[in-house]
Structures are given as structure tokens and as C-alpha cells.
């Protein structure tokens, strides 16, 4: 658990000190399971087996001196004697006598609740263990300052700082393992010290032969070495208690140390965010500026409001994340990703550009877009809105409604600008007139009319188109104005096509019905009874 240099010296004495807990904690058992062994109280089972391990105990005896006695008869002659052959008898039979032996104490001790052999074998593996630990651990750890200021990014610091919120808990449990084990080792003193006492007031030490009498002092030495056992075990744990709780504090310093260092971070990301409002504002200000033109000043600010937020979002990824570290094949993977999950938007952005461009659209323009006619409101990095003005025969005539359409269209699709130079477009109007025999006469004056109405709009209109092809194939085009004949219903259709300019076709094609029904009136004035009538149906 220790991370620091601090937490690995308070993490060296916790294991000093268990480990010297454990040991005494073995000792005191060892002594006591001896203790016990020393004065035993053997009922039933127990006491059946303990006579039983006596007996062979002498059987025991009995073989080894057989087997000595052999072997001093036999000497060292390697030729087979009787002698030879019943020392071969004789150590088969202390072999047998001694296992019997031995599984009679292990009886014994398994029946009388002996555990001092047990005991042993879990110290000898304990020590084991605890010198193969000591010989692989390794120190290396950097002091709390330089240690926690490692975790540069937010996302490291936030996870060092629940990490240590864990070690805190984990801490504090083992400082109250540690001080329920000073209580519990307290009752077993007293529990030990109150039955010693006991024990050396049964009887007056004049009442006791000498053999008794030693054994009880061994008794009372072996008694008080555990008692000592005891009070050193107190103190241990007392000290490991101690040395948690200084661990405790080592970790909650460094938790401040560690929160102080999110709180920077934050801080960064708040000055991050502050900076982009105050660069935006100050962008705003300055396109607010009125030598700057409106069209140019929206699109510079959407330039700097994209350029300012990306890089904000970055900074505040860097500050969270830290600089990337991915292999290329991982960041391949996830810009092709994102490639196809965005690729709608990636297109809308590139459109902006084309729009923003010589032929592109602008703020004011009438334009039509996907079949839906209008005039743009607003050019954003990745839609265009438009308020819709209904069909173009219906154009300055708004229906109140907006559309919106991503900035795609500019690369995959297709519109129409009609607000760029000129802004010419062909027009045409119908007229009825009865079926006569001086029809084309009316024919011809009424294109003449057109002619000299909308003369100069196809001069300019040949001349830009001119301009605009580069002297090209435009020149076998003519921009005067044609006239149609259609039969109809109620007599002959005049079609009449023109070029006009889009924001001033209303106004032209008024001019021309007006020529038209003046040189309508005139030909009735002039024309005999029966035409007239013709003309006045016309």
C-alpha cells in the first residue's frame, strides 16, 4: 500500500512490529501449549492414551536396550550368526514400537487439545515465507511532494485522489484491528496473571515436598515469561496502533496535497473558459466596428468563435487528459471512426467554406436551395437558414416560414444565387387576342413595345453575360425580346419573353402591360367599327 517514501517507512515499521507480534504471539503459545503439556489433567480418551503412550514409552526403552545388546554380542563380523539375524529382528521391532509411539502421541495430543507441534509447523512456515518477502521487497518510492505532483493531468489526479480515500479507510481499519487486539490481549494477561495467582495461593509453600516445590517454581518462572510475552505483545500492538495512525495522517496530508493540485487544475479550465468569453467578446467589439462590412464581419466572427472554441476545447482535453500518448494506428482508427459517424457535418463544414467564397452566398441574397426559393438570414459553419419567399413568381412575398439546410449542399448538391452581378433573368408575360386577319400586324407592335421597354436591360444583360463567359460561347446568344403565337380557346396567346433584373421584375412586367393597353386603346381609337369591337374584346 505504500506509494511515497513517508508511507514506505511507516509501512517498514508496521511490518517490524507484526512481525515481531507474530513471533511473540508464537512464543507465548508455545509456551503455554508446554505449560499445559507440564501438568496434565487427562480424562476418559485422553487418560487411556496417556497410559497407552507410557506403556510403549518402556516398550520403546526395552527395544533400544535389546538392540544395543545385539549389537555388541555381533561386533563387527559381516558373516550371518544367529546374533546378526536377531539384531535384524530386533531394530525391525523398535522401528515398528516407535511409529506405534508416535501415532499414540499424536493421539494423544489431538485427544488432550496439545498444539505445540502444530504450532511449530506454522512458525517454521511463517519464518519461511516472511524471509522469502524480505528478500523480494524493494524500495524505490520518491517523498509525498515529488510523488504526488507525478500525476500531472485531472483525470490522474482525481484517480489519486480516490485511491487514497481507499488506503485512508484501509488504514484506519487495520489501527482498529490493531487496537481491539491491545483489549483483547488485555483480558488474556489479566485472565493469566488472576489464574498464576490463584494457582501459588492453593497451598503454603511448607506444605510442598521438594520435587513439588521445584516443579511449581518452573511452573510460576514459565508463567511470568508469558506474562512478560504478554506485555511485550501490548506494547507492540500499541506501537503498530501508533504507527497507523501516523500513516493515516501522511495519507490525508497527501490528500490535501493532491486536492489542492485538482483544484489547479480546475482552476486552469475555468481560466481556459474565461479567456475564450473575453476573445470572444473582444471579437465581437471589433467586428462591431462600421467601416467593416456586415457580410465580412459574420464570417470573420464565425472564423475566430471556431478557431477560439477548438483550441479552448483542447486546452481543457490536455489539462484533463494529458498530451496524447495513443499509438497511430489507434488514433487511425478513431478518425476513421469519426470520419463516418460525422461525415454530414464534415461536409457542412466544408460547404461554409465554398460559400463564403466569390460565388458563394451571403446574408440579404436571394437564392434557391433544394427547390425552396427565399432569402438567407444566416450562414453558419455548418447550416445556411433561409426565409422563405414561396415560388419566383412570387419573390418579396415572404410566408413567414424558415428553412434550414446543412452547408453539404455547396459540395454534393446544387443552388442558385440570384443576387450575384446583375442578377438577370428571362420573364415572360401571356396576352389573348382574338383570332384577326391583322394579328401579326398586332404581333409585331407588341414585340416592338418589348423592344424598346426592356432595350437597355438586354444591352447590359448581353454585355455582362458577355463579361462573365469570357468572350466565350455566349456571343451566338441574343438577349432581344421574342414574342410567340399560341392558339388558344378563345382566339391567339401572345407570349412574350424578356429579360428583366430579379429585383426589378415586377415593376417591368407592370411597365409592359401598361405599354401594352395603351397601345391596345390607341389601335381602338384608330381602327374602323368592326375591328375596334375585336380590339375591345382583346
Known amino acids: 500500500m505504500a506509494v511515497t517514501a513517508e508511507e514506505g517507512e511507516y509501512a517498514r515499521d508496521a511490518e517490524r512490529l507484526a512481525d ?15 505449560l499445559q503439556a507440564q501438568h496434565p489433567d487427562y480424562k476418559g480418551k485422553a487418560l487411556v492414551l496417556a ?28 558373516t550371518q550368526t544367529p546374533a546378526n539375524s536377531d539384531l535384524d529382528v530386533a531394530k525391525a521391532q523398535l522401528g515398528l514400537d516407535s511409529d506405534e509411539l508416535a501415532d499414540a502421541k499424536r493421539d494423544l495430543a489431538r485427544v488432550s487439545g496439545d498444539t505445540s507441534v502444530e504450532i511449530q509447523e506454522e512458525l517454521n512456515a511463517h519464518e519461511a515465507s516472511m524471509r522469502q518477502y524480505d528478500h523480494e521487497v524493494q524500495s524505490g518510492a520518491q517523498i509525498a511532494v515529488i510523488s504526488e505532483k507525478k500525476h500531472t493531468t485531472l483525470a490522474g489526479r482525481l484517480v489519486a485522489w480516490f485511491d487514497q480515500r481507499s488506503r485512508y479507510q484501509l488504514l484506519q481499519q487495520a489501527q482498529q484491528q490493531a487496537q481491539a487486539a491491545v483489549t483483547a490481549l488485555t483480558a488474556q494477561h489479566n485472565a493469566l496473571e488472576s489464574k498464576a495467582d490463584a494457582n501459588h495461593a492453593v497451598s503454603p509453600d511448607n506444605a510442598k515436598d521438594r520435587a513439588t516445590r521445584l516443579a511449581d517454581i518452573k511452573t510460576e518462572r514459565a508463567e511470568g515469561q508469558i ?33 489542492h493540485l485538482i483544484l489547479q487544475s ?11 468569453l473575453l476573445i470572444d467578446t473582444l471579437v465581437r467589439r471589433l467586428l462591431a466596428h462600421p467601416a467593416i462590412d456586415r457580410r465580412q464581419a459574420q464570417t470573420f466572427r464565425s472564423i475566430f468563435e471556431l478557431g477560439t472554441q477548438a483550441v479552448g476545447v483542447v486546452l481543457i482535453l490536455f489539462v484533463i487528459f494529458g498530451l496524447p500518448k495513443e499509438t497511430p494506428t489507434i488514433l487511425g482508427l478513431a478518425t476513421a471512426a469519426l470520419t463516418i459517424a460525422l461525415q454530414d457535418f464534415i461536409l457542412g463544414f466544408l460547404g461554409w467554406f465554398v460559400l463564403i467564397g466569390k460565388n458563394g452566398i451571403h446574408v440579404g441574397d436571394w437564392v434557391e436551395i433544394n427547390g425552396v ?57 401571356t396576352i389573348s387576342l382574338p383570332a384577326t386577319e391583322n394579328i401579326h400586324q398586332m404581333m409585331e407592335r407588341i414585340q416592338s413595345v418589348a423592344v424598346e421597354e426592356t432595350r437597355e436591360n438586354a444591352a447590359r444583360a448581353e454585355q455582362e453575360w458577355r463579361r462573365a463567359a469570357r468572350g466565350g460561347g455566349l456571343s451566338r446568344f441574343s438577349t432581344a425580346p421574342m414574342v410567340n403565337l399560341r392558339p388558344s380557346s378563345s382566339g391567339i396567346d401572345l407570349q412574350i419573353r424578356y429579360v428583366t433584373r430579379a429585383s426589378e421584375r ?10 401594352v393597353f395603351e397601345m391596345l386603346q390607341e389601335q381602338k381609337r384608330l381602327a374602323p367599327p368592326e375591328q375596334a369591337l375585336e380590339t375591345e374584346n382583346a
Not at 507492540?236 to 490528500?255: D, F, I
Not at 480546475?266 to 475564450?276: D, E, F, H, R
Not at 415586377?506 to 405599354?515: D, G, P, T, V, W
Request: aromatic share 8%; net charge neutral; no cysteine.
Open 51 to 78: 497410559q497407552r503412550v507410557k506403556q510403549l514409552e518402556r516398550t520403546v526403552q526395552q527395544d533400544q536396550v535389546a538392540v544395543q545388546q545385539l549389537t555388541s554380542k555381533s561386533g563387527s563380523s559381516s
Open 227 to 259: 506474562l512478560s510475552i504478554y506485555d511485550d505483545r501490548l506494547q507492540t500492538e500499541q506501537q503498530l496502533a501508533a504507527v497507523y495512525g501516523k500513516w493515516s495522517a501522511q495519507v490525508l496530508l497527501q490528500h490535501r496535497i493532491v486536492l
Open 506 to 515: 415586377a415593376e417591368a412586367r407592370n411597365r409592359l402591360y401598361h405599354r
Open 266 to 276: 480546475l482552476t486552469v479550465i475555468v481560466s481556459i473558459l474565461i479567456g475564450m
Open 20 to 34: 515481531h507480534e507474530v513471533d511473540q504471539a508464537f512464543a507465548s503459545a508455545l509456551r503455554l501449549a508446554t
Open 373 to 429: 426559393g427565399g432569402e438567407v438570414t444566416e450562414v453558419r459553419l455548418f447550416s445556411t437558414t433561409l426565409m422563405e419567399t414561396g415560388p419566383l413568381a412570387e419573390k418579396g412575398n415572404p410566408t413567414g416560414r424558415l428553412a434550414s439546410f446543412m452547408n453539404g449542399f455547396a459540395i454534393s448538391g446544387q443552388y442558385f444565387n440570384f443576387s450575384t452581378s446583375g442578377q438577370w433573368m428571362w420573364d415572360e408575360i
